[in-house]
């Protein structure tokens, strides 16, 4: 699957036809805010039309970028020029590689990886959830988004991030149940804190939990039901990395790839 027309479409829509490409849609050197006190206001109909035209990207083939459209979405209110050429940093990543296809592959089992990138929102220090969901070589489904509250520890980011992901969790399974006939069977749902995975197996674990919004306690059930099977990834293999914070090209491009994101010029027909 790919979306290269429309990205096409996007570059000489906003006159970027002749920019510079880069290799990351976020800078990581970058630190975006509100208001640094310095950048003036832009045109807030077309930073709306410009996130949109790439939330569109970034939800059809395109979970690389999904990070960075959601974290600039937040400031469609009143957006300013540092917001702005953010925005037109992605699409001059995606100048660059509008030849990427996402690979999907119906032989394997589903397999979620679950990651939180903790006060990450310098405004007001709540911390960023991502998951994501592969199918062999390419992913399904990807989420990434600031979570409701402000976490008290990194652990905490992470259990209220794995709440999110057992929710799809539970979804797909149901879905694949209903496409095959059959019990599915347990999700495996891939987790980079001990901690976290800790509060979610153990009721007992109460002094780290009690102040958890109960809400947040869906993964204890899914858990225990059987729906999902929560196991320990080490930070280096987590692929929802790419979901919760900026990374640099080398990083960033390795988790693309397992994303299953490929240029259809490098496959040999």
């Not at 006060?119 to 070589?137: E, M, N, P, Q």
């Not at 149901?174 to 987790?191: A, F, K, N, R």
Request: glycine share 6%.
């Amino acid at each position: 699957m790919t979306q290269e027309m429309y990205i096409d479409k996007l570059i000489h829509k906003y006159g970027m036809a002749e920019a510079k490409h880069v290799s990351t849609p976020s800078d990581p050197n970058v630190t975006l805010m509100k208001d640094d006190g310095i950048s003036k206001p832009v045109n807030q109909s077309m930073y709306q039309s410009l996130i949109g035209s790439l939330l569109y990207a970034a939800l059809g083939t395109r979970p690389n970028i999904q990070f960075a459209v959601s974290a600039l979405a937040k400031y469609s209110a009143k957006p300013n020029q540092s917001h702005l050429t953010s925005v037109f940093r992605i699409l001059r990543y995606l100048k660059k590689t509008k030849h990427l296809i996402m690979c999907e592959q119906n032989d394997d089992r589903l397999i979620g990886f679950s990651d939180a990138d903790y006060a990450r929102d310098v405004d007001d220090r709540h911390s960023t959830s991502g998951y994501v969901f592969i199918v062999g070589d390419g992913a399904v489904s990807w989420y990434s988004g600031k979570q409701k509250g402000i976490t008290s520890s990194t652990a905490q980011a992470e259990y209220v991030a794995l709440s999110h992901t057992t929710k799809e969790a539970v979804f797909l399974r149901q879905l694949l149940s209903e496409l095959e006939g059959t019990d599915y069977g347990p999700i495996s749902v891939q987790e980079d804190n001990q901690a976290a995975i800790a509060i979610a197996k153990n009721p007992v674990f109460y002094s780290k939990a009690k102040h958890i919004d109960i809400c947040y306690h869906f993964t204890r059930e899914a858990v225990v039901d059987k729906q999902i099977v929560l196991e320990y990834c080490n930070t280096k293999n987590m692929i929802a990395d790419i979901l919760t914070k900026p990374l640099a090209k080398v990083r960033f491009e390795e988790l693309c790839m397992k994303l299953g994101l490929g240029d259809y010029t490098d496959i040999e027909v």
